[in-house]
């Protein structure tokens, strides 16, 4: 599968609206699960989202239900993660993880599980 890099953080306000991108260098992403986690400087490694190797099953945390939106691009090399109502609360390193998967694995909200991972896109929200 390859590497993968995360891009598309930045310096906002809140309020703001943020697409962060996760590229796969080498094959494609099709057989893979691929969640977006992100770390704060005095927090653990939380889920944000995840979607599963078909795109047919999405899973949000609590903290940005009906803020965020994931998705696969249709080559299956590139899937995004879309926040809005950005909040200083969002403020962290977001990290994207995948995992080859049987067709039907459900979305795993753990560290553990995942294989790979980039090394994070830095999201600071201003109030």
């Known amino acids: 599968q390859g590497q993968l890099v995360e891009s598309g953080g930045g310096l906002v306000q809140a309020g703001d609206s943020l697409r962060l991108s996760c590229q796969a260098s080498?094959?494609?992403?099709?057989?893979?699960?691929v969640s977006w986690f992100r770390q704060g400087p005095e927090t653990d490694r939380e889920f944000i989202a995840g979607?599963?190797?078909?795109?047919?099953?999405?899973e949000y945390a609590d903290s940005v239900k009906g803020r965020a939106t994931i998705s696969k691009d249709n080559a299956g090399k590139t899937v995004y993660l879309q926040l809005n109502n950005l909040k200083p609360d969002d403020t962290a390193t977001y990290y994207c993880?995948?995992?080859?998967?049987?067709?039907?694995?459900?979305?795993?909200?753990?560290?553990?599980?995942?294989?790979?991972w980039g090394q994070g896109t830095q999201v600071t929200v201003a109030s």
């Open positions: 979607i599963s190797r078909r795109s047919d099953a999405l």
């Open positions: 080498g094959r494609s992403l099709r057989d893979y699960a």
């Open positions: 993880a995948s995992r080859r998967t049987a067709f039907f694995a459900a979305i795993e909200r753990t560290t553990g599980p995942y294989h790979y």
